[in-house]
C-alpha cells in the first residue's frame, strides 16, 4: 500500500493530501479546487508488463498507476461532481481520456531507451480508471514507435514525474515483467541513489513550486531487461 511506504528523501507527514493536480497539470482547468495544492506530492505504485511480438520484440508497454488512497478519494469524489454520465464507470472513463491527453505533454511520464537512443511511444486503445481496494487504478497501453529486440540491443525504461511533484515506483507486489515464447526475461530494477544536493533542492520546494523539468529524472527507477 503506497501510505505505508515511506520514501528516504522526502518523509511523509500523516494524513497528507497527495496532489494528482502534479500529475495531471491540465486538469486545473477541469475544476480541481485550490485546496488539493495543500501539499505537493503525491504517490503512484506503477506495474508494467512489457509486450511482445510474434518475433519477440518489445513493442507496447502495458502499465498499471495505482494513484494513493487519500487521493484516489478525493479524486473520485470530484469526477462524479465534474463529469457527465449515467454511471460512476462512465464519468471515470471521461476522467481516464482527459488524463491520458494531459499526460501527453510529459510523454506519458514514460523513457523508453534501447542502448543510448530514445524510443518513443503513443497510447493505443483507451485508458481505463477504476476503484479498486480504495484505490484509482489508472491503466493504458503505449505502443512503441518501433519494436526493440532485447537480445539485439539493452533495453531499459523509467516512469517518472519530471518535475518530481509525484513519487512513482513500481509496486513491491507487481514486479515488471516480460515474457517471450520462451520463457520470462529478468527485470532488473535499480534504485535510485539522488546526491545529496538534489535532495537538498526537492527538499526546499514549497507547495508552489515545481522543481522544473530534470528533478525527477534523478529519484527514478531504472528498468533493464535481461534476456538470457
Not at 507527514?13 to 493536480?21: K, P, V, Y
Not at 531499459?156 to 515474457?179: K, M, N, Q, V, W
Not at 541513489?193 to 529519484?219: C, K, M, N, W, Y
Request: aromatic residues 8%; charged residues 25%; glycine residues 6%.
Amino acid at each position: 500500500m503506497i501510505p505505508a511506504r515511506r520514501s528516504p528523501h522526502a518523509p511523509r507527514s500523516a494524513g497528507m493530501a497527495a496532489c494528482l493536480a502534479a500529475l495531471l497539470s491540465g486538469l486545473l482547468g477541469l475544476g480541481v479546487s485550490g485546496a488539493a495544492l495543500a501539499h505537493p506530492h503525491a504517490w503512484i505504485d506503477v506495474g508494467i508488463e512489457l509486450e511482445a511480438d510474434a518475433d519477440d520484440r518489445v513493442i507496447a508497454l502495458r502499465q498499471t498507476w495505482i494513484l494513493d488512497p487519500t487521493y484516489s478519494r478525493y479524486l473520485y469524489d470530484d469526477a462524479m461532481e465534474q463529469f457527465e454520465g449515467a454511471t460512476p464507470e462512465e464519468k471515470l472513463a471521461r476522467l481516464a481520456a482527459e488524463i491520458l491527453d494531459n499526460l501527453a505533454e510529459y510523454d506519458w511520464y514514460t523513457e523508453v531507451r534501447a542502448d543510448d537512443r530514445r524510443v518513443f511511444g503513443q497510447p493505443e486503445g483507451s485508458a481505463t480508471l477504476a476503484m479498486e481496494d480504495q484505490q484509482l487504478h489508472f491503466r493504458f497501453r503505449l505502443r512503441l514507435d518501433e519494436a526493440v529486440d532485447p537480445d539485439a540491443r539493452t533495453l531499459r525504461y523509467a516512469i517518472f514525474d519530471p518535475t518530481y511533484f509525484i513519487e512513482i515506483l513500481h509496486d513491491g507486489e507487481s514486479p515488471p515483467r516480460f515474457e517471450r515464447s520462451t520463457g520470462p526475461c529478468r527485470m532488473d530494477i535499480v534504485k535510485p541513489r539522488p546526491d545529496p544536493a538534489v535532495v537538498a533542492r526537492a527538499l526546499a520546494l514549497d507547495f508552489s513550486q515545481t522543481g522544473g523539468t530534470d528533478l525527477g529524472r534523478h529519484f527514478a527507477e531504472q528498468v533493464t531487461v535481461h534476456c538470457d
